[in-house]
């Protein structure tokens, strides 16, 4: 009955693909993007692959699980140039992550059907597939499975209270799960959570999460004179709030005011406090409110565009009006014009109004706010500023993150119930330096240790990959 109410499913959308309408919202775009989307996928193999060479096909439904294939995927390329891969999302969110990856072929996955299934497995011949997180499609692996092309799953997850556990998700997923052939679980505990889900003892291992070391190695190649960092250099005590949501935002900015307004002896220099804010959805509303906030707040807010062109466009005589700190982070081999009104005494607020950027902008905090905690679609990324070496707060909804859990257990991070608590942490922390550099420390030690996902889910795909027949 499951089986066939999911059929239904995938059929009923296949024919909502056909009629979708335009716009720009993810459903009608994920439906338009699949209009001949087997043709085009069929096309472009018929061009490019070449069957001698083993192929490793990747899935990762958006970005969060792209971002754990991305490292694994890069060792793969690295380790053996002369295969090829293919990589697809599901999320029209992922497209433009999917086009930055090392990829010969990026595609939107077909609807789950096994015409679809066949078809790509008929066009890539696939030495293994690999899932990354917890998506895994039942009738791509039936199909892939009755071929002897190995499915893997790397950086396994499955939260405490995951729908996936609920009944409906087990009897649809059971097989699909126990037929993967190797499973790389993040932790002993989802290990013990995706056995639940089907995946057999003799399939599963602990390799950990790549994310840390993704999140790692971005931090190392991270340069505050980098254009990006160096336009934005400041002394003033730094807070950057990632991923925010309104219900993130509902809370940080009446905070941020307290901040400003707090004189207090023990809190020293909080009032001249810089707040870097990224949305996690900059649209125009979401931006233009933020830039209500703070004319309403009477704080000086420049959008990152603004402020990037600038330092782009501006000539190098306003070099003789920049204070030497900021000239410090100048890159020695970088644009010899820095704009006299980027310093932070000009600049209270910078609004990030566009994406992709946020994992650098991490260098520049003293303290980071990472959203999603005062939100129902869930925390995000509490390790990209952890890497950095910087102390994290985030609201009291993070039960499905186990970064998080790491990083208070190690005293790095704090969850704030309420902006009044929030406003306290942050004080704290921007006027106690011994405090902040200790759990600032606390935070790198923990990305520090869990590194090491990345080489051995690459030697899990090695192991287990299909000799290509000849």
Sequence with gaps: MVGAAYAAITALAE??????????????????????LVARIQLGARDARDPSRPLVWFH????????????????LRNAHPTWQVAYTFFSPSAERFAESLAADFTAYL??????????????????IIVFSKLDVWPVLVERATARGIPVILISATVAERSGRLGWWSRQLLRDA?????????????????????????D????????????????????????????????????VVAGSTWPADEAMLLPAWNALRADRSPRNANTHTARLVIAPHEPTPAHCAA????????????RRLSAIDDEWQAAPANVLANVPANVLANVPANGPANVPANVPADTVDVVLVDRIGVLGDLYALADVAFVGGGFHSAGLHSVIEPAAFGVP????????????????????????????????????????????RDNAGAAARDVVKRERG??????????????????
């Design 203 to 238: 399939a599963l291992c602990v390799t950990g999460d790549t994310r840390f070391d993704q999140v790692w190695t971005r931090a190392q190649a991270t340069h505050r004179s980098s254009p990006l960092l160096a336009c934005l250099a400041s002394p003033a005590p730094t």
């Design 60 to 75: 990762a439904p958006s970005v969060g699980e792209g971002l754990q294939a991305r490292p694994v995927l890069a060792a």
């Design 290 to 301: 933020i830039e209500r906030w703070a004319q309403q707040s009477s704080l000086r807010l």
């Design 15 to 36: 024919m909502a693909a056909s009629v979708a309408p335009s716009g720009d919202g993810k459903v009608a775009r994920s439906l338009r993007a699949r209009r001949g």
């Design 110 to 127: 077909p609807f789950d059907r096994a015409s679809n299934a066949d078809a790509l497995l008929d066009a890539w011949q696939p030495s």
């Design 392 to 435: 994290v707060l985030f609201g009291p909804h993070y039960d499905m993150s186990r970064e998080a859990r790491l990083l208070l257990e190690a005293g790095a991070a704090y969850a704030v119930p309420d902006a009044s608590a929030l406003h306290a942490r942050i004080a704290t922390w921007l006027s106690d330096r011994v405090k």
């Design 177 to 201: 799960y126990g037929a993967l052939a190797k499973v790389g679980a993040i932790d002993e505990s989802n290990a013990d959570r995706l056995v639940s889900l089907g995946v057999s003892d």
């Design 453 to 470: 996902a990345t080489d051995r889910s690459t030697a899990l795909i090695e192991q287990s990959m299909r000799t290509p027949s000849r």
